[in-house]
């Protein structure tokens, strides 16, 4: 096993070492050839001879070699492991690389996105790539050891399931059991999270992969994101606020990310759409996005529902949300819709929307009162929610939550221009999966199987 990363070295002066990693590049001065070695932690200097003659670069090897402190003028101020060097003793090749098809030692901006995402397993071979790996790996960690110490449980929820409204088209997929059925998969566990406060769970989260079969833009990751997915019984809508608040705090602090004010500002829905013309917006000056500050703000206080094309009503955020305690007799009594107000609350950070969550109708009868002003017949709302309103009649507790997007303030806190930098493996703006050609077609015994006939 591989027991010290590269910038490891620099603790091992005068000590012999074994590495494994790849060839970053070399540098062959005939007798004396230089390499430097890269694993994910860096890159350091090794110089040899004879032996490194035939690497290439993105060669795997192990060697074994005593690490000695370089001349004062021969240090390299650039790298972590600047002030050393190895003097290998042993060297061996673990696998030769064919020619690679993209350079992994620029910051790869300089790519077409297509082949970084043909070649993803070498794209991330890339600092910059690694970086956002390690950043994200760190961030989600930092979120669990806050959630767990404020008492939440972690618990999954299906993937293959039933539709729940987010304003998307549903992924879907059929069923072979039943065929004609299909599952959707989640657009988000909204369903399952509230379910799991019927349950008693009291505080939940998950960090939850979704699925939304929106149009492919250009900034965008298509298809699926994560989201950090939280509910909370027992609160009101500044609780689960200020925990978030407190939450995006901590972490943030911890990664030395600057935060332009604390607490964050609150403006209605009103006030930000007169003041900055959007209810996103961004709030940092030119100095605060050189040093990369991150700019919160709340947004709060957003009509419940709005009008559809052919005159009747849709809601703005949420169908799950509870009004504004003081519209609750209007939704009751389907009055004066059009100014019903939604305890619907936005997190918006540089100017992009990075979640939303609201107060919930914790009684059958105020969930069943938006369906209908939307308009669904009562067949329609029984047969897609009758388990929600039915759930929420078997003593429901109040309660609430939101889902910051977890994709999105990564790309916020690294700077990066698109989602797709801070995502492992995502799809082309085209939805095509990253490496393997998804979507693609299915055999024709597939197909029968499943009752299926491409039209
Ligand atoms: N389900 C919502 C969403 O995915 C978030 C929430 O209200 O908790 O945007």
Redesign the pocket.
């Known amino acids: 096993m591989k027991n010290l990363f590269v910038e490891q070295t620099i603790n091992k002066i005068d000590e012999t070492v074994e590495l494994y990693g790849w060839v970053d590049s070399k540098r062959d001065h005939k007798k004396i050839v230089f390499i430097d070695l890269r694993d994910r932690t860096g890159t350091v200097q090794v110089v040899g001879g004879e032996e490194f003659k035939a690497l290439s670069e993105e060669d795997v090897i192990w060697l074994k070699g005593l690490v000695k402190k370089r001349p004062e003028k021969l240090v390299n101020p650039k790298i972590k492991t600047g002030a050393v060097e190895i003097e290998v003793k042993e060297m061996r090749v673990l696998n030769k690389t064919n020619p690679i098809p993209l350079p992994v030692n620029t910051d790869g901006y300089e790519i077409d996105e297509e082949v970084r995402l043909r070649y993803r397993y070498l794209d991330i071979r890339r600092p910059r790539m690694y970086k956002n790996l390690a950043l994200r790996s760190k961030f989600i960690d930092l979120i669990r050891q806050y959630l767990f110490s404020k008492e939440f449980l972690e618990i999954e929820t299906p993937i293959l399931s039933e539709t729940t409204p987010?304003g998307a088209r549903d992924f879907i997929v059929p069923s072979r059991l039943q065929p004609g059925k299909f599952y959707a998969l989640p657009?988000?566990p909204?369903q399952y999270k509230q379910l799991l406060m019927v349950g008693g769970v009291e505080r939940y989260f998950q960090i939850a992969r979704?699925f939304r079969d929106e149009d492919p833009r250009a900034d965008r990751a298509y298809g699926e994101f994560t989201?950090l997915?939280?509910?909370m019984s027992f609160v009101e809508r500044e609780d689960v606020m200020n925990l978030i608040e407190g939450m995006i705090i901590d972490i943030y602090e911890k990664l030395k990310a600057p935060i332009k004010q604390k607490p964050f500002p609150v403006f209605t829905y009103n006030e930000a759409i007169k003041k900055y013309g959007a209810d996103k917006f961004d709030l940092r000056s030119g100095e605060d996005k050189k040093n990369g500050t991150q700019a919160f703000a709340w947004v709060i206080d957003f009509p419940f529902f709005e009008k559809t094309v052919d005159g009747g009503w849709t809601f703005t955020h949420?169908p799950f949300s509870a009004p504004l305690p003081e519209f609750m007799d209007d939704l009751l009594n389907k009055k004066n819709i059009s100014s019903i107000l939604t305890s619907q609350y936005d997190l918006v950070c540089n100017g992009y929307e990075v979640g939303?969550?609201?107060i919930r109708n914790h009684t059958p009868k105020g969930l069943k009162s938006v369906f209908e002003i939307m308009g669904l017949t009562p067949d329609e709302i029984d047969l897609k929610f009758g388990h929600m309103i039915e759930a929420l009649g078997y003593g429901a507790p109040p309660h609430g939550?939101?889902?910051p997007g977890i994709d999105r303030l990564l790309t916020c806190i690294t700077g990066e221009k698109n989602l797709r930098e801070v995502i492992p493996m995502p799809m082309t703006s085209g939805g095509r999966t990253a490496i393997m050609k998804a979507p693609s077609a299915v055999k024709e015994e597939k197909l029968k199987e499943l009752g299926i006939k491409i039209r």
Do not use: F, T, W
């Open positions: 987010e657009q988000s909204q979704c989201q997915d939280l509910e949420n939303g969550g609201s939550g939101i889902a």
